[in-house]
């Protein structure tokens, strides 16, 4: 089950959206009692609200195509655990032990696969340096 916004979160959303509304009906009474000076302020008020409205990203970026996979492919447990033991807890390149990475040799958009034969521990200097171009695993 996914979550949505808390109550509290989607409110302050939509303050600037309440005051607008707020301002326009205090336009119309205003405006109604005969105070047109003061309904003029509050149609400024109002309008000023609604442009200082934050524009969500959802609706930034509703008719972006994203080039970003939505979901990564998981490696699976037993292949991690196995590369892990396998390459000492270390980058194969530089023999470091922190930030380190499980790195596809032939990545997955190039038909690599999550197998301990297509993956190695890389730290993460050793994976900017290496970046994305393609060995076989026998390189490694």
């Given at each position: 089950m996914t979550e949505g916004p808390t109550r509290g979160a989607s409110a302050l959303k939509s303050i600037p959206t309440i005051i607008a509304a707020g301002?326009?009906?205090?336009?119309?009474?205003l405006w109604l009692t005969g105070r047109q000076e003061a309904a003029v302020i509050a149609l400024f008020v109002g309008l000023l609200a609604l442009?200082?409205?934050p524009v969500s990203s959802t609706a930034r970026n509703r008719n972006r195509r994203s080039t970003v996979p939505l979901r990564r492919h998981s490696i699976p447990l037993s292949v991690t655990n196995h590369v892990w033991r396998?390459?000492?807890?270390?980058?194969?390149?530089?023999?470091?032990?922190?930030?380190?990475?499980?790195?596809?040799i032939v990545p997955l958009a190039e038909g690599?696969?999550?197998?301990?034969?297509?993956?190695?521990?890389?730290?993460?200097?050793?994976?900017?340096?290496?970046?994305?171009?393609?060995?076989?695993?026998?390189?490694?």
């Open positions: 301002a326009l009906i205090t336009v119309l009474i442009v200082f409205t396998r390459d000492s807890g270390r980058c194969v390149e530089c023999g470091a032990q922190g930030r380190l990475e499980f790195h596809h690599g696969e999550s197998t301990a034969s297509n993956i190695q521990l890389l730290c993460a200097d050793c994976v900017r340096k290496k970046g994305d171009s393609p060995q076989t695993p026998s390189e490694s």
